[in-house]
C-alpha cells in the first residue's frame, strides 16, 4: 500500500509539473538579469541605444532566454559620473557611454580625448580592438575591477562649427570656440591658435546666438539633434576627434556570466559592435548631408595643416601626457602604427 500510495504521489507531482511546464526547469532556466545603464535617449539616432538593440538581438539570437538586458537610457539610475561608481560597486551591471567619463577612474584613458589621436573612425576601431585597447582595459580592470567589453563609435567626428566661415589655422586664430572643460579640449584649440571657452552644452545655443562665442566643435549628428544650425552656418571639417564610445562591466556583473555562456555572450558583443559601427558611419554621413540641405557650408581641413597639428599634438601634448602616464607611451606608439593599416 505504501509503495502504491508513493507511486501516486509521483505520478501527481510529475503530471502537475506537466500542466504548469515544469516549474522545477523553469527556476533552473530563469534568465540572467543584467541592468544596462545610459545617457541617451532610447532613440535609434542615439549612437548608445543604437549598440543596445544590436546587442540584444545578437544575445537572443545565440542564447535564446538565458539573458534579460534592463535598458534604463536617458540618466533613469543617475548621472554618468554617479553610474560609474554603481557599476564599481555591483549595483548596476553594465553601462555604455563615452570614454573620457572613464578617465576619472583610470587617468590613462583620458589619452583618447587629446585631438588629432585618430585619423578616422576604422583607425580607432584597428587600434582599440588590438594592443591599446587591451592595455587601457587592463589598467582600468586593475584600478576599478570593471572591465571593457567593446570599443564603439559615436555618430561622427568632432569638427569646428562657426558663424563666420573658418576655413584654416590662419583663419582660426583668436576665435572664441565652446569646448568640453577637460585639459585635453583646452589644450588642443590652444595648440590651434583658437581661443578655448568652457561653456554647459545647454548654455551653447544662447552663447552661440549671442555672440558669447563665435562658434564650438561638436559632431555633426548632435549639431542637427540640437538645432545648432540655426546659429551657425559653417563648418570646417578638422575631425580633430574620433572619440569612442565604450561598454563597461563591473565584476559582479561579468561574475554573473556563466563560463558556458560567455562565448556566446562576447561574441554577441563582437556582433553588435561591428554592426554599430557600420550604422554611425551611415548616420554621420546622413547627418552632413543634412546639414547641406539646412544652409551648413563644410570646408575640409587641408592635410598638410592637419598633419602640421598632429605633429605639433605629438610634441607639445602627448608626450607630455606620456610623461605623466608613463603606461600610456607604448599606447601612442600602437596607435600610430595602426594609423596606416588597411
Known amino acids: ?23 522545477f526547469v523553469a527556476r533552473a532556466q530563469a534568465p540572467i538579469s543584467l541592468r544596462f545603464s545610459s545617457s541617451m535617449l532610447a532613440d535609434e539616432n542615439a549612437a548608445h541605444y543604437v549598440w543596445y538593440r544590436s546587442f540584444e538581438t545578437a544575445l537572443k539570437a545565440s542564447t535564446g532566454d538565458r539573458f534579460k538586458i534592463d535598458y534604463f537610457p536617458n540618466n533613469q539610475l543617475g548621472k554618468e559620473a554617479d553610474v560609474v561608481q554603481q557599476v564599481k560597486v555591483g549595483s548596476i ?39 591599446a585597447g587591451k592595455q587601457l582595459d587592463d589598467i582600468l580592470n586593475k584600478r576599478s575591477g570593471c572591465s571593457v567589453l567593446t570599443w564603439a563609435s559615436h ?6 562649427y562657426t558663424k563666420a566661415p573658418v576655413k584654416s589655422l590662419a583663419e582660426v586664430k583668436g576665435v572664441k570656440l565652446r569646448v568640453l572643460p577637460t585639459p585635453a579640449f583646452i589644450e588642443t584649440f590652444k595648440v590651434m591658435g583658437a581661443i578655448p571657452t568652457p561653456i554647459p ?21 548632435t549639431v542637427l539633434a540640437s538645432k545648432l544650425n540655426e546659429v551657425v552656418k559653417s563648418c570646417w571639417v578638422t575631425e ?9 562591466i563591473g565584476k559582479r556583473g561579468m561574475s554573473k556570466i556563466p ?15 561591428a554592426q554599430q559601427r557600420a550604422i554611425a558611419n551611415q548616420k554621420s554621413a546622413a547627418a ?23 605633429a605639433e599634438m605629438q610634441k607639445s601634448l602627448w608626450s607630455g601626457f606620456a610623461k605623466q602616464y608613463p603606461a600610456t607611451a607604448p599606447l601612442f606608439a600602437a596607435i600610430d602604427a595602426a594609423r596606416g593599416q588597411a
Open 201 to 221: 552644452f545647454g548654455e551653447l545655443y544662447m552663447a552661440a546666438q549671442t555672440g558669447v562665442v563665435d562658434g564650438f566643435e561638436h559632431d555633426a549628428a
Open 1 to 23: 500500500m505504501t509503495s502504491r500510495r508513493s507511486f501516486l504521489q509521483a505520478a501527481s507531482v510529475t503530471t502537475v509539473a506537466a500542466a504548469t511546464g515544469a516549474p
Open 259 to 273: 563560463a558556458d555562456l560567455k562565448p556566446a555572450f562576447m561574441k554577441a558583443v563582437a556582433d553588435a559592435t
Open 155 to 160: 555618430f561622427g567626428a568632432r569638427s569646428v
Open 240 to 248: 580633430h576627434l574620433f572619440s569612442p564610445m565604450v561598454v563597461v
Open 288 to 310: 552632413v548631408d543634412e546639414l547641406k540641405t539646412k544652409g551648413m557650408t563644410f570646408f575640409p581641413m587641408a592635410a598638410a595643416e592637419r598633419a602640421a597639428v598632429r
Open 93 to 131: 551591471d553594465m553601462m555604455v557611454t563615452g570614454s573620457s567619463i572613464f578617465a576619472t577612474v583610470a587617468p590613462e584613458i583620458g589619452m583618447l580625448d587629446l585631438g588629432y589621436l585618430f585619423d578616422s573612425y576604422a583607425h580607432a576601431g584597428r587600434a582599440l580592438d588590438g594592443a
